[in-house]
């Protein structure tokens, strides 16, 4: 059974930034790629950004590119998302994904991935 748990998030000025993380445990996720999303109050669920199994592709939303930065740490078993420059509409639960595959065409579409966090809520204030 695998277990996704973000944390991390807070409250922060805009113009700063914050690092949220993810364990996963339950079972090794070295060989699958991740992704981090995210859903602001009364809006649709978000792609933020996508990493491949090793780490070596990464890909991000128009809105995070450039700003935010997507790792992971495979003996760690950590996925981390670090977002600088922060904006208020920055505001929302991240979630962090878990596919099945090392790699995905369709990195932005939630049904890619079957296991999901619970959330942290990242607020930004303007």
């Known amino acids: 059974q695998v277990q996704l748990a973000e944390s991390g998030g807070g409250l922060v000025q805009a113009g700063d930034s914050l690092r949220v993380s993810c364990a996963a445990s339950g079972r090794t996720f070295t060989y699958n790629a991740m992704a981090w999303f995210r859903r602001a109050p009364e809006k649709e669920r978000e792609f933020v950004g996508f990493?491949?199994?090793?780490?070596?592709?990464?890909n991000y939303a128009d809105s995070t590119k450039g700003r935010f930065t997507i790792s992971r740490d495979n003996a760690k078993n950590m996925l981390y998302l670090q977002m600088n420059s922060l904006k208020h509409e920055d505001t929302a639960v991240y979630y962090c994904?878990?596919?099945?595959?090392?790699?995905?065409?369709?990195?932005?579409?939630?049904?890619?991935?079957?296991?999901w966090g619970e959330g942290t809520q990242v607020s930004v204030s303007s």
């Open positions: 990493i491949n199994w090793n780490g070596d592709i990464t």
């Open positions: 994904a878990l596919s099945s595959y090392s790699g995905i065409a369709d990195y932005s579409n939630p049904a890619r991935y079957p296991y």
